[in-house]
């Protein structure tokens, strides 16, 4: 796989600084929280539970340290460029190997660039973290646009498809030929639209917590005919799980712009949201089988608070339109990494992708990229040797 080093003169170097007012204002509005009156039934059952909530604003108020986790982020190299008339942010870190692979690591929703800071050192420089025989990696982690320091979008038709475009003009502007993409979630359908828009760059796609419209059968038959009766079942568990979670999505496809309000006004709405995504998708993090951590998931919340993006990521969920309707087959080589709870279907992702690789994992969750990072990078550096392997000369 090869590249082509430089960087173009509009690329800029970006570090993140929180201006101290900004602190002292979410100190201010945490302080003086309005807090709604629990239901008669305890736990998770109607959203967030209390007390957790209570807890975690009270930490963020006393005991997280955003200026600790601001300067860990900025040891990252960060830049800024524009694509499309939108200001692009992201890091990008090259190996020492200059045999290395391009890899784009695409967050999902409600998430944000930090979700991969963990990973950075294992893959660009895999002989300095005892692992000197796997393959190393160039990484380049933006951004979504309307997310974090890439927003918020000024206009409407920021849909997969326009992110697809701009983050293939992104590895375009670095001179990024034959990379890999990976995402999960609302990337997994990214991941695909950038390979669409990358006149052949892209070797290969790796996606988790794949979006598969198992979930949507009902609306679209076609992605289920022929399925047996044990495939029929796997889609009608999903089916009712979904039922059970769908709520948020529904309002932001719809009317994204009346929740804004509030998420955009308080800080403990804000944590809530997120932490019921971060928090509780799958269900693994309230057993306490694979959490997310309280400084990891504040330290997203923080950086959707600062920007003041959480409305224009939303927006994501209404440009999109039919966010779970089948979409054109993807003939790129693409691995398919299942984690706990991500509840993808094999049958239903061979149909849309030429999956290549397909594996199951033990431990992890629907953010990997925060439960399991270590089973992430290794699942991706199999699958980089898979692609070596397949263009090598005289492979059986």
């Not at 009156?37 to 957790?52: H, N, R």
């Not at 300095?128 to 646009?145: E, K, N």
């Not at 999960?184 to 991941?191: E, N, P, Q």
């Not at 892209?202 to 917590?209: Q, S, T």
């Amino acid at each position: 796989m090869t590249t082509v080093p430089g960087l173009p003169g509009s690329i800029s170097p970006f570090e993140i600084h929180v201006p101290q007012a900004e602190l002292e204002e979410l100190t201010r509005r945490l302080a003086v929280a309005r807090w709604p009156d629990i239901p008669a039934t305890s736990g998770w059952e109607s959203g967030v539970e209390a007390t957790f909530l209570r807890r975690l604003a009270a930490y963020w108020l006393d005991g997280y340290d955003w200026r600790q986790h601001e300067a860990e982020l900025n040891r990252l190299a960060q830049f800024t460029t524009v694509i499309d008339a939108q200001l692009i942010h992201f890091v990008h870190v090259r190996s020492s190997q200059p045999d290395a692979t391009p890899l784009l690591l695409l967050h999902c929703w409600p998430s944000t660039f930090a979700d991969f800071a963990g990973m950075v050192g294992p893959l660009t420089e895999p002989a300095t973290h005892g692992r000197p025989d796997d393959p190393a990696f160039h990484v380049v982690i933006p951004s979504l646009p309307g997310f974090g320091f890439s927003g918020p979008t000024r206009e409407p038709g920021w849909g997969v498809e326009r992110m697809g475009a701009a983050l293939a003009a992104l590895m375009k502007r670095l001179r990024y030929r034959d990379y890999l993409v990976q995402g999960g979630g609302w990337a997994s359908l990214i991941a695909p639209a950038v390979g669409t828009h990358a006149d052949g760059d892209v070797r290969g796609i790796h996606v988790n917590a794949m979006i598969n419209g198992s979930n949507v059968s009902a609306a679209h038959p076609q992605l289920v005919a022929g399925l047996d009766d044990r495939e029929r079942a796997s889609v009608d568990d999903v089916d009712a799980h979904w039922q059970q979670r769908r709520g948020y999505a529904d309002l932001m496809a719809t009317r994204p712009q009346t929740a804004s309000y509030a998420l955009h006004d308080s800080p403990v709405g804000l944590l809530a949201w997120i932490a019921d995504l971060e928090w509780a998708v799958d269900g693994r993090s309230l057993s306490g089988e694979t959490t997310v951590d309280h400084d990891t998931l504040l330290t997203i919340a923080s950086i959707f608070w600062f920007t003041r993006t959480m409305n224009a990521s939303a927006r994501l969920y209404k440009a999109h339109g039919d966010w779970l309707a089948p979409f054109p087959y993807n003939p790129i080589p693409t691995a398919v990494a299942v984690f706990p709870g991500d509840r993808t279907l094999r049958v239903l992702a061979e149909r849309q992708h030429d999956v290549r690789r397909y594996t199951e994992l033990h431990r992890g969750g629907w953010f990997a990229a925060l439960q399991a990072p270590d089973l992430l990078v290794d699942d991706l550096r199999a699958f980089a040797r898979e692609l070596v392997a397949e263009s090598s000369p005289g492979r059986p």
